[in-house]
């Protein structure tokens, strides 16, 4: 399907999410696919992408944009609370963020270009299922929950179980992800955010780190969270580096097997963008680096 044919498409625009649940299983009952959109930076890619002789999908688009349910970036009780129809631009702009998870501001300003930030969603960038997804790298390392809604109710699954494979995921066809939560970083908190591309801007990423750390008296490591993207088929949480350093004193790590246990849990590949080599010496080199920072401290 081209972009042409676009308008041969049902086009549905809920103001609420009970509205949004409403179009989803109306398309159902006739036999249709729902496909929910917000930033469409990857929709209508793929679009553009088809065949023009391809045949227009038999799908109704449900633009979620407006619901207020998808809304807000927010902090209660220590914990911060992020609409998935946020924008990176709004993320980016974020005077909370910048203050508590600042790594959340830096990750928003380096997505794609401009256009890409004021249109891309941070629901978007999970749902899209990327491995190189820069939000989703970001929550990883934050240890996020991801929430999602139904007719049936809300459920909460932690980010790192959300997929079960490539471009997989628990989401079911009835739902919707409608916001993440994490504990926000305590002050002080040590956090990266380092994207590897081509270019500084408009670049998919040959990888990427996100890190949370917070230390307790005698620099003992007392939260660490990880996000590593593009170096396997899904953003890993990189679970047995973290086992390795948290509960230890900064200055005690073997480094030398915290980078062979991270080398153990990604799997990169040969590209175009990048290689398998390379992809999994930056990883290695950029974690070690910063814990060397820290126990030079």
């Known amino acids: 399907m081209s972009v042409a044919q676009l308008k041969e498409l049902q086009f549905v625009s809920p103001r609420s999410l009970a509205e949004a649940f409403e179009a989803m299983a109306r398309a159902r ?3 249709l696919k729902a496909q929910p959109i917000a930033g ?3 929709w209508m890619v793929e679009r553009h992408a088809a065949p023009i002789s391809q045949s227009p999908e ?12 998808l809304a807000g970036i927010g902090e209660r009780a220590g914990v911060v609370s992020i609409g998935a129809a946020q924008t990176f631009l709004a993320i980016a702009r974020s005077g909370l963020l910048g203050d508590r998870c600042p790594l959340l501001v830096q990750m928003a300003r380096e997505v794609g270009a ?3 930030q004021a249109r891309g969603t ?5 749902v899209s299922g990327s491995p190189a997804a820069d939000g989703v790298t970001a929550l990883f390392a934050l240890d996020a929950k991801v929430w999602m809604a139904s007719e049936r109710g809300e459920r909460a699954v932690a980010i790192r179980s959300f997929y079960t494979g490539y471009r997989a995921s628990v989401l079911a066809d009835d739902e919707l992800v409608v916001r993440f939560e994490f504990k926000a970083p ?3 908190s040590h956090q990266l955010w380092r994207k590897i591309g081509t270019r500084n801007a408009q670049a998919i990423s040959k990888a990427a780190i996100a890190l949370v750390c917070e230390l307790g008296p005698a620099g003992v490591v007392q939260r660490v969270g990880f996000g590593a993207g593009a170096v396997a088929p899904t953003v890993r949480p990189l679970s047995a580096a973290a086992a390795l350093v948290l509960g230890k004193r900064v200055a005690d790590l073997d480094l030398d097997q915290l980078q062979r246990t991270i080398d153990s849990e990604i799997e990169p590949i040969d590209d175009l963008r990048s290689t398998a080599r390379y992809r999994r010496h930056l990883v290695c080199t950029l974690i070690r680096r910063f814990f060397e920072r820290l126990g030079a401290r």
């Open 29 to 31: 009952r006739d036999g």
């Open 114 to 116: 401009a256009q890409i």
């Open 122 to 126: 941070l629901g978007g960038n999970l």
């Open 58 to 69: 038999a799908t109704v688009v449900i633009d979620v944009t407006r619901l207020p349910e």
């Open 186 to 188: 305590a002050a002080g």
């Open 40 to 42: 469409c930076t990857d």
